[in-house]
Each structure stands twice: as structure tokens, then as C-alpha cells.
């Protein structure tokens, strides 16, 4: 089974900045994409970031310029760098991995999610 492990997560003052990172476990042949949900209390989930395996990323508008996206193929590791950090960003953050290919089918995996708030 492929499970997706987080970190990362925190409290952090406004201007601040954290690095999630999220690592792919299991029987994996590979993962063409990997990316970062999150949803605030209220809210529906929304896309932060993705980045494929070729390295193509995309990210919400509301992020762009102050967090990237990056991946480690090898190791099956996404990170989040969070930096300019603002009260609108406190959220739970998802890791999501798809399509995933094992041995015995494509799928999609979401990690547990890790809660991220942005607080003075």
C-alpha cells in the first residue's frame, strides 16, 4: 500500500515561513504528479501547487511568487516552501499523488493532511 507521509506543519507569526514536505511510501513505479491541496475552516479544498514528473509546476494565483514547489523524483519526495506567510493562509494541507503506478494498478493517494496556521 502507498501511503503518503507529512511534515512540516506549524503555527507561525505573519511573514513567516515553513517547508512542508510530504514523502511517497510503498511499491511505487512512479508518480507522474504531486502537489498540495489545502481548505480552510468554511471553505472548499483547493489546489496550492503541483509539479509533474517532467517538472512543470502550476500554483493558485493567491501563492504564486511566495511559495514553490519542488520534488525530489529518486526519493518520491514533494516539498512546499512557504515563505511570506499570511493569516489567510492557515489551513489544513493536503499532499496528493496521482496518477501513482504500483505493481498492480494506477491510483491516487492524498496524505492525512498537516494543519498550517498563520497566527500572531
Known amino acids: 500500500q502507498v501511503q503518503l507521509v507529512e511534515s512540516g506543519g506549524g503555527l507561525v507569526q505573519p511573514g513567516g515561513s515553513l517547508r512542508l514536505s510530504c514523502a511517497a511510501t510503498?511499491?511505487?513505479?512512479?508518480?507522474?504528479?504531486m502537489g498540495w491541496y489545502r481548505q480552510a475552516p468554511g471553505k472548499q479544498r483547493e489546489l496550492v501547487a503541483t509539479?509533474?514528473?517532467?517538472?512543470?509546476?502550476n500554483y493558485a494565483d493567491s501563492v504564486r511568487g511566495r511559495f514553490t514547489i519542488s520534488r525530489d523524483n529518486a526519493k518520491n519526495i514533494v516539498y512546499l516552501q512557504m515563505n511570506s506567510l499570511k493569516p489567510e493562509d492557515t489551513a489544513v494541507y493536503y499532499c496528493?499523488?496521482?496518477?501513482?503506478?504500483?505493481?498492480?494498478?494506477?491510483?491516487?493517494?492524498w496524505g492525512q493532511g498537516t494543519q498550517v496556521t498563520v497566527s500572531s
Open positions: 509539479i509533474s514528473s517532467g517538472g512543470s509546476t
Open positions: 496528493y499523488a496521482g496518477p501513482v503506478l504500483t505493481i498492480q494498478h494506477w491510483d491516487e493517494f
Open positions: 510503498g511499491s511505487i513505479f512512479s508518480i507522474r504528479g
